[in-house]
């Protein structure tokens, strides 16, 4: 029990030394690691070593510093592969991305955050770096309210709990009964939104991705800057875009359920479909 005790703790050391790379900076030094990871330099230097000899961090010659390295796509890769979300997602997303000219994002929630499977960016919304992998909060975000929507009201004070939820702009719903009135309302529409409620200068249109139970198995948006997403001329468009591709993502996901909360509002239905 002691040994196994042992190894379970150097796993643990282990894997929280991977993870201090994935807080904002990519290349750290060793008391940089040993502090984020709250060890000792000696044994963040130990751990920093097995990990470069395994491929996991890679140590620049010159600088010293220490990055995650190339092996661990391979896992992420492996991961994603394997996930079906991404696997129906992926094309759709990346087709969607070169129609609007904006960022189109897949996200699942884990606990209280959203967690990003994939994303692409359309001419008018570049990035310099990849949102795959990272995390946003689920209520200031277009992609976290549509997999709230999944979630009854009693169940989202247990998901997001305290009595205000954390504001990032002044347009923040930080109220409880303010955000479930918002997800109802979104959800009698058929898309949800979010208009710098996270970052100024910025918006999201987002709607549930369902699997075959018909629960809200992911979300897609699109997002991009206000001036390029341009919400005044371009929202009833691009929620119809987001609506539909999220709706090839559920079938492909099993989901036949009939006029599930995605489906398009009266109101949006094309001059020419001929339902």
């Known amino acids: 029990m002691a040994a196994d005790a042992g190894s379970n703790q150097s796993v643990d050391r282990a894997l929280t030394v991977l993870r201090v790379f994935t807080t904002g900076r990519s290349e750290l030094r060793v008391s940089d690691v040993a502090k984020l990871a ?32 190339l092996d661990t796509v391979s896992l992420g890769g492996a991961v994603l592969n394997a996930h079906p979300v991404h696997r129906e997602a992926r094309q759709i997303a990346q087709n969607l991305a070169a129609e609007v000219g904006l960022g189109v994002n897949v996200a699942v929630r884990r606990d209280m955050r959203l967690f990003y499977l994939l994303n692409f ?29 999944g979630v009854e009201p009693g ?9 205000f939820l954390m504001s990032y702009t002044p347009r923040t719903i930080t109220d409880h009964d303010a955000l479930d009135a918002e ?33 809200v198995a992911a979300a897609l ?39 599930h909360q995605g489906a398009f509002p009266a109101s949006m239905a094309r001059t020419d479909d001929p339902r």
């Open 38 to 69: 709250d060890l000792g330099l000696s044994t963040a230097s130990r751990l920093l070593g097995t990990l470069e000899a395994a491929g996991f961090v890679d140590r620049d010659p010159i600088s010293g510093l220490y990055r995650l390295g």
């Open 155 to 163: 169940e989202r004070r247990e998901v997001l709990p305290g009595p």
């Open 121 to 149: 960016e359309g001419r008018q919304a570049p990035r310099s770096f990849t949102l795959a992998g990272q995390h946003n909060p689920l209520h200031a975000t277009g992609l976290g309210k549509a997999l709230l929507s």
């Open 221 to 259: 948006s699109v997002s991009g800057p206000l001036s390029a997403i341009d919400l005044p001329n371009r929202e009833s468009d691009l929620a119809r875009s987001v609506i539909e591709a999220a709706d090839s993502i559920s079938i492909g996901l099993g989901y036949v359920g009939p006029g």
């Open 183 to 215: 997800i109802k309302n979104s959800l009698a529409r058929g898309y949800f939104s979010e208009i710098e409620e996270l970052a100024l200068g910025r918006a999201c249109l987002a709607a549930p991705i369902r699997d075959a139970t018909g629960g």
